[in-house]
C-alpha cells in the first residue's frame, strides 16, 4: 500500500496524504484525524527515509554532548529528547569523543540528514555554524554561547549566578574564599568565574586563591578540594556542582573537614544530588524546562530566522552548605 493508492481510494491529493502525517504541515485536525485513521487501517506507513529524500528533510534534530560525566547533561538530554517529540522531531544522539569537537563530526551529521543541531557540552566553531546556516539548518547552542551573532544560544545568566554566589558567601561573613574553576575552554566556566570576581570587586573583596581543576567531574572535584585546603579558606565557589559534590566528600571524609562550620562550599546547576541529604548544596539552579523550550523553538525555526541569543536567570537555592560566620 504506497500513498498513491491511499489517495486514490479516499479521493484526496498525494500530497494531502503526505501534509496528514507530518505533526507541523498545515492541515485541518479533522481532515488530519480523517486521513491518518484511514490510512492505518488500510495498512499504510508513511516511509519516513524515502520522504527525507524527496523533501531534504529528516525531522530530525542532533543532540550533540561531549562528556557526559556531569549529571546535569543528562537531564538536559532527557528533557530535549521529550520536547523534540512532543514538536514531531526525532532525536539523534552524537556524543563528540574526548579531545574532539563538533567540527570533526560533521561528515557523519551531514549523511544523516540532520535538520538541525542542538549542541551542549561541547565547542562549535563559527565557521561551521556558518556552514550549517548557509545550508538552510540551524545550529542552536544549549548552555553555551559562542561570539557569533549568527548562532543561536540558549543558557543560564552564569555572570548573575556568579553575582548572587559572591554576594551570599560575603553577606554571610566569609573573608577567605577560593574559586575552582572547570574546563577553560567553557563559556559556562568563564562567565560564572567573571562574575563571582565582579561581585567580590564591587565590595573591595577578593579570593585567597583559585584553583583549576580541568574538568567538570567528581574526582576533579576531590581532588582540587585538596589544593584549596591548603590555603585556609572559609568559603569555596565550584563552578558546578558536580566540582562540588567531589569536593564535598574529599573535604568532610578525607581532610576531615565540617562543612559548613570549618568551610562553606557553593555549587552550581542544582542537578539532583545537589539535593541529596548527605549533601544539601547550596547552588544557583539552572531553568533547564525553559532553556530547552527555547532551544527547540530555535531549532524548529526556520534557518533565515534571526538567530537570538537568550540568557536566563538562574535560581539561588539555599540548604546546609553555607554558615553565617561571627561578627556578621
Known sequence: MTSRDVA??????????????????????????????????LGYEPNVIARSLATRRSSIVAIVMG??????????????AQALDEAGLRSLLFRVPPGQDVDDQLPALRRYN????????????????????????????????????????????????????ADLL???????????????NTSTNRDREDGFMEGLMERNAGLVGRIDAGEYSFNAGAA?????????????????DILALGGLDALRHELRLQVPKHVSVVGFDDIEMASWPSYRLTTIRQPVSEMVSSAVAA????????????????????RGSVMRRHGM
Open 8 to 41: 486514490r481510494l479516499l479521493g484526496v491529493s498525494q500530497s494531502m496524504i503526505s501534509r496528514a502525517f507530518d505533526p507541523r504541515a498545515s492541515v485541518s485536525p479533522a481532515n488530519r484525524t480523517r486521513i491518518v485513521e484511514a490510512a492505518r487501517a
Open 67 to 80: 562528556s557526559m560525566e556531569n549529571p546535569f547533561y543528562t537531564g538536559v538530554l532527557d528533557q530535549l
Open 114 to 165: 540532520v535538520d538541525g543541531l542542538i549542541v551542549a557540552s561541547a565547542s562549535i566553531s563559527s565557521r561551521i555554524a556558518a556552514e550549517w546556516r548557509r545550508d538552510d539548518r540551524r545550529v542552536v547552542l544549549i548552555n553555551r554561547t559562542v561570539p557569533d551573532a549568527s548562532v543561536a544560544s540558549i543558557s543560564c545568566d552564569n555572570c548573575g549566578g556568579g553575582r548572587q554566589l
Open 170 to 184: 560575603l553577606d554571610s561573613g566569609h573573608k577567605r574564599l577560593v574559586y575552582v574553576a572547570g574546563p577553560r
Open 224 to 240: 582540587a578540594a585538596h589544593r584549596a585546603a591548603a590555603l585556609k579558606p572559609d568559603g569555596i565557589f565550584f563552578a558546578n
Open 299 to 318: 531549532v524548529a525555526a526556520s534557518a533565515t530566522a534571526q538567530a537570538n541569543s537568550i540568557s536566563l536567570p538562574g535560581l539561588l537555592v539555599e
